[in-house]
């Protein structure tokens, strides 16, 4: 068995004296594993932190083997994420979640490309924040717990959406909340795609998909809880908006 194509390294593991196991998200191959012979040295090692797109070869005697990658550097993220503490976040955030929840060799071609959109904007800060918002709603759309916020659950309305529901991920507006506004979640502007995305906005948003994340995703996942990584670049987030705010 071989094939050969690009992907997105999630983290490394020590095996053996000088080898690493890579594990890579490909957009042909999903989340995939192997070993590299020689990742510790001296040569490898800085082309090997997460994030970073590698041109991956991987060749096994059977399909269920583990087998073994050779590997090109093709372009390295980590000097764009060192420069700026948010960037770092962002970066750990979003392959820690990768790791999190997807399962091996299972292709998400349209997750892999989002993700590789989005981790190839983390030297532009003004922007990253609400592309980090856009991509959490894509992965939960992907992992099968989409948002549907196109017009409310209760009134049928496309205006005035203001609230989600915990239990079905539908939009709903003040009217139809009725008694049940105590119960709803925030729907902020920047959701649907409105406003100017301040970042106290993108927090608040991000703080209904990650209801989302622990209360639907995680279950999904042996009930693990979701990574401190992305509950650090919410803080990151929430403390740039606290900054900004006038």
């Known amino acids: 068995m071989e094939w050969r194509d690009t992907g997105i390294l999630l983290g490394t593991r020590r095996h053996g004296e000088t080898s690493l196991i890579l594990d890579v998200f490909t957009p042909e191959r999903g989340r995939h594993a192997g070993v590299l012979r020689g990742g510790t040295s001296r040569k490898m090692a800085p082309h090997l932190q997460p994030g970073g797109q590698l041109d991956l070869r991987w060749r096994a005697r059977l399909e269920d083997h583990i ?26 955030a979003v392959v820690a979640l990768l790791r999190f929840c997807l399962p091996e060799r299972v ?3 349209a997750l892999y490309l989002r993700s590789e959109r989005l981790l190839d904007l983390l030297g532009q800060p003004d922007l990253w924040p609400l592309a980090y918002l856009r991509w959490e709603l894509a992965l939960l759309e992907d992992m099968g717990f989409a948002l549907d916020l196109g017009q409310c659950a209760v009134t049928a309305r496309t205006e005035g959406l203001v609230y989600v529901s915990p239990k079905s991920g539908r939009a709903v507006t003040a009217e139809g909340a009725g008694n049940w506004i105590h119960h709803l979640l925030p729907l902020p502007p920047v959701m649907l795609g409105q ?12 703080d ?10 995680a279950p999904q996942m042996g009930d693990k809880p979701l990574p401190e990584a992305r509950a650090r670049l919410l803080d990151r987030i929430r403390a740039r908006g606290q900054r900004t705010a006038p």
Do not use: C, K, W
Request: aromatic share 6%; hydrophobic share 40%.
């Open 208 to 217: 209904t998909t990650g209801y989302f994340m622990e209360h639907r995703l």
């Open 67 to 92: 087998g073994a990658f050779t590997v090109e550097p093709q372009r390295s993220r980590a000097a764009a994420a060192m420069g700026d503490r948010l960037a770092l976040s962002g970066l750990n």
């Open 195 to 206: 406003g100017e995305a301040e970042d106290s906005e993108i927090a608040q948003a991000l």
């Open 107 to 109: 292709p998400h071609p």
